[in-house]
């Protein structure tokens, strides 16, 4: 179905991640316009699309599928959030999540994140993201996915 | 902190259940009033919350506590919703879901619920229940949850 | 932008549309599959892309804008759903919903809805809309958005 | 209603306010514990009852209701939200948010939020909201409403 639906995870350009997302009623609340919490939900489709499109799935990694070799499961838990809501997005709008990776430590990884309608920016965050496994103990990043990350800009 | 907060999980009252549910941004849309896939939701805290007055939680169920002795990891999953939507509730408001026992089957339950604010009902549902191990096979309802279930009425 | 993305909204094809709909972190609960209520706001996004690609969007409908002429502000409501929760979908699945109209009365639309991951069929439902004012009044569906919507199958 | 459900809302203790929030499934993700935009929502739960305990409810502001008297529509908006996430809750927790006034400027209010299980810190947050009315501008914080705030601590 992937061919059928080209782009549907978005776009690397770059070191960058485009996704776009429509806003649908669920975004939004009686304000009028988005839901300041439904751009968390927008910020983590584009990271697990921009670690879909290297290769990197998070149903495999729970798995314990570490590129082909077996390892326990890992999940990616995001530890820090820092959000700026500049401008709302409204219903029927289509917005683009612009990811860049920031930072590659040892067991985590900062990224920024944009928001964009267009030109205009709607949301810009910082987000501290670490891998951990079933036990909710901290892991280091494995080779094979510290591989597959474009260089931190 | 149960003792604490009285009520938040509801109260038995005969054969029925009663959750209160206050109405937050989260759960309105940008036409003003709640949006309907919340009421998906309020009732499956209804649901929840009669359960745990009876003694039956999804946490200890899913680990396998089967009333005290061990067993497989169980859990409740929805079969079947149907859905009236009457009324509107808005921002602000407190509604009350009403949840009662309708069908008790080998491996099903069905529950009607209402979502009412005061005297004036908001929506209705009548929603079918099963019991499902880890690997999504039906199981019939044991014997120390049916036990705990009122006659459906 | 929306040349950028195409099929950002699915695709018609005869008198179906088609959704399609990843899913991620946000829509799954601990039980370890998609949250049943995930499913009622999958459905939405058809029903709004499938109006979407007709022609017919909610911003222009809440502002009044009528295909052109001016009039009263209006928004589509659900009125009644049922739902039928067959298979679970999991974490990075690419599903797709399925719109057919069903029946088109004066003031309610009917149509059938159905999840399928490839050839399997997740969840299948019938929902009854309505179309209604700013004060919730119902409001006989426009000869102009009748003309755009395709026969009944 | 409020009488039959004492501490909805929660209760005012000092300068504090603590909401407790119970975790349903709709919070969890397949990772088996709570999704982190979850806390977003609690935390917006808990700064609505904190306001609603002091006398001001979201409905009666967007109506233009000042307190008695009569003004344009206002809402509160995030501005700035910074969350560090420390320990997982799970299903059927009862968790607290704890919210306390840290800074009150002419436009915008600074509140610590934190996210308790018993004596462990699940959350914390820092967030900044601002008052706008409906086209979006940012309006001052009506002395009717900052007499009623608790001062910073």
């Known amino acids: 179905m ?4 080209p ?5 690397l350009d770059g070191n960058r991640h485009i996704l776009p997302v429509r806003i649908y009623f669920e975004d939004t609340d009686f304000s009028g316009v988005v839901y300041h919490g439904s751009y968390v939900r927008f910020m983590e489709r584009g990271r697990t699309d ?12 729970a798995r314990g599928d570490h590129g082909g070799d077996e390892g326990e499961g890992l999940a990616f838990t995001v530890r820090r959030m820092t959000i700026d809501f500049l401008k709302p997005a409204r219903i029927d709008d289509l917005v683009e999540v612009e990811t860049t990776l920031k930072e590659l ?9 944009t928001v964009r309608r267009g ?4 949301a810009t965050a910082v987000v501290t993201v670490a ?11 494995p080779d094979w996915i510290r591989a597959k ?4 800009s």
Chains 1, 2, 3, 4 share one sequence.
């Open 131 to 141: 891998l951990i496994n079933a036990a909710g103990q901290p892991r280091r990043l």
């Open 50 to 61: 921009f670690l879909r499109l290297l290769g990197v799935g998070h149903e495999a990694l």
């Open 2 to 5: 992937t061919a059928t639906w």
């Open 119 to 122: 030109a205009e920016v709607l």
């Open 149 to 152: 990350l474009p260089p931190p």
């Open 105 to 113: 430590g040892g067991a985590r990884v900062v990224v920024d994140q």
């Open 7 to 11: 782009h549907l995870s978005g776009r």
